[in-house]
């Protein structure tokens, strides 16, 4: 089946977004965050003050004339007092901070007070505790103080004026506020569940959605923030809550809530316009036939969430999308569970799995005839393109043999063996530099054509092609590469469709990969997007040729992606990545064209050689495999 956009019924999509313009341009960071009974914390307060929460709250029993923080009284400890863990640490703070709460001047504070019983007497005491900090919690004495808020066992509101005017409140919805009174007002707060079952997965129903809207548009109707207590604690409830408007974020986990504020920008995309994609004719597709051409597409560390996020962020289609034939490629090394990208490529190289870092030899350090030289004797020439390094893993495999992936220099000389007609990609040092001063010459001597610049490539009409570009060619899509890759593949593809027995090419996709590596999600969403514009090509290709076989796939997935929050209406994705790191999540193969069946179900990476070689019906040729 095509890939089906699933994200939302279309009433439910409407009652999530449609909000008031201010409310979309709603956005927090990490001082928003309400650190919920942080005496819990195994650390309090520090914890949460380090995180940059901007609220932090404070269960408060009286004891002997002592205030004490607990959450009841059997919790009541000695030493954990209100002064002791919270007054004393912040007016030290603040005066470390040149009279504010952080040194950011930007961030505020404020500490919330949760009296559990008796209110009268807990704030005479706790007026008494301020008195040796007037100026750390007192705004009429300092804008930059310590906002102090009381909630839990409160007065009237009839009887705030009763107290000091540096007593602020926590208010309630269902409370009808005279305007003195509602000047007291700190924050508007009512527990979650009042309104709602939503338990933070997905989003709430689009009546409860309405209604915890409305909810906070009247508390800032009348010009206060909004807080829910009692919610989940995740990136996605997070997510549902800041959409909604609320201004506070209720957390048990003041270091989590920071870092995902923190790298938010990494964490979210929005394509304002879709790009078009390329529409099969299928004429061919699926049929039982021997294929002359074969076009394997690599997007590295391209998992499935990957491909369903550019999905999403191009408005719901793909070119990939558009493939019926799919399987699944179970990726692992030959000596460990999860693949580096030296193995996974190698393995579809070299037709075996290998250990990580080996760049196409066996496990036990045999060299392997790779795909390049396999179809090589049988007249068939091959393409290597990569946008990144071109003697990284993924493209390495297919032309060189070394026991570790960061023998850069080794790898290039590799290229003298390689029966490969075209390669292009950056990393010139390793070629023009060698330890084997003389590499270019002999490369030169085995017909290679050099060029350092792509537009140089683009005039070539034949022979073997080197293309050796600066690093700033294969800078990231967002930073204005251009479609390199789709427009190397159609120049490799009018070079070698001319050789009659057939052609092969392996084009890299490199950087999703980088992307995933660094959790920044706008970077693999763009390179994705770049893949996916190559893909449509060798589509079109495959169409106009009609013996050409397409198969995409990855060799790893990167960052243990996951999505949270989806619109593919506004082109926008909100991620979560929960590693740098590659994982051994089975990848897609993607395949179009004749014998494309083939490449249905699961099956292991390492199978995709021996599909291939099957596909294109070799013992049909008339040129025998050199050994």
Not at 501 to 517: N, S, V
Request: aromatic share 8%.
């Amino acid at each position: 089946m095509y890939i089906k956009n699933i994200i939302r019924s279309a009433a439910f999509a409407a009652a999530l977004f449609a909000m008031d313009a201010k409310a979309q341009q709603h956005s927090l960071n990490y001082n928003a965050g309400h650190s919920h009974n942080d005496y819990h914390q195994n650390i309090p307060l520090l914890t949460a003050y380090y995180a940059g929460m901007g609220a932090i709250e404070a269960d408060v029993f009286l004891k002997n004339g002592v205030l004490y923080v607990a959450h009841d009284p059997s919790e009541i400890k000695e030493g954990a007092t209100l002064k002791a863990l919270y007054l004393e640490p912040l007016a030290k703070f603040y005066r470390q901070n040149g009279n504010k709460p952080y040194a950011d001047a930007k961030m505020k504070l404020q500490l919330v007070v949760d009296i559990k019983e008796n209110h009268p007497a807990v704030l005479t005491q706790l007026i008494k505790d301020l008195a040796a900090y007037p100026e750390v919690f007192n705004a009429s004495l300092s804008s930059n103080a310590i906002r102090l808020v009381i909630s839990g066992d409160m007065p009237q509101a009839q009887d705030f004026g009763n107290y000091p005017a540096y007593f602020s409140f926590d208010g309630r919805p269902n409370v009808n506020y005279a305007p003195d009174q509602l000047k007291r007002i700190a924050m508007i707060s009512d527990d979650l569940k009042h309104y709602t079952p939503w338990n933070g997965k997905g989003n709430p129903s689009p009546g409860d959605l309405s209604t915890l809207k409305k909810l906070i548009d009247a508390a800032h109707a009348q010009g206060k923030p909004f807080r829910f207590w009692g919610t989940q604690d995740s990136p996605n409830t997070w997510i549902v809550l800041e959409r909604l408007g609320a201004d506070w974020i209720n957390t048990d986990q003041p270091g989590k809530l920071k870092d995902f504020y923190l790298h938010k920008d990494k964490l979210t995309y929005t394509n304002p316009k879709a790009y078009p994609v390329y529409s099969p004719e299928y004429k061919v597709d699926g049929l039982q036939k021997p294929v002359k051409n074969v076009i394997l597409l690599i997007g590295d560390g391209m998992g499935l969430a990957q491909i369903h996020a550019g999905y999403i962020a191009n408005h719901g289609q793909l070119n990939m999308s558009n493939i019926p034939h799919i399987g699944f490629s179970q990726t692992a090394a030959a000596d460990a569970g999860n693949t580096d990208s030296a193995a996974g490529a190698s393995a579809m190289a070299i037709g075996e799995k290998t250990n990580n870092r080996y760049i196409g030899v066996a496990a036990d350090g045999r060299k392997l005839t790779n795909l390049v030289d396999t179809l090589a004797g049988y007249g068939i020439k091959s393409g290597i393109l990569s946008v990144g390094d071109l003697t990284d893993a993924t493209p390495a495999a297919f032309y060189a043999h070394q026991p570790d992936r960061s023998m850069s220099g080794e790898i290039a000389a590799d290229l003298l063996q390689s029966k490969a007609e075209i390669l292009l990609g950056s990393n010139q040092k390793s070629f023009l530099k060698n330890q084997d001063t003389q590499l270019m010459d002999k490369l030169k001597a085995q017909g290679f054509q050099l060029s350092t610049q792509v537009g140089d490539f683009f005039k070539a009409t034949q022979g073997r092609q080197l293309v050796l570009l600066p690093d700033s060619a294969t800078r990231p899509v967002k930073d204005g590469r251009g479609d390199l890759l789709k427009s190397s593949l159609q120049h490799t593809l009018t070079i070698l469709s001319a050789n009659k027995p057939g052609f092969f090419i392996m084009a890299e996709g490199a950087q999703i990969d980088y992307g995933g590596h660094v959790n920044d999600l706008p970077y693999v969403v763009t390179e994705l997007h770049d893949f996916d514009k190559a893909v449509a090509a060798a589509l079109q290709f495959a169409d106009e040729n009609k013996e050409t076989l397409v198969i995409i796939t990855a060799d790893h997935e990167t960052g243990g992606l996951t999505l949270l929050d989806a619109s593919s209406e506004k082109g926008m994705i909100t991620g979560s990545f929960s590693t740098n790191d590659h994982t051994n999540i089975m990848v897609p193969v993607f395949a179009y064209g004749p014998g494309s069946g083939a490449f249905m179900g699961t099956y292991q990476n390492h199978e995709l050689f021996h599909k291939i070689l099957k596909a294109m019906d070799l013992k049909a040729k008339k040129i025998n495999v050199k050994k």
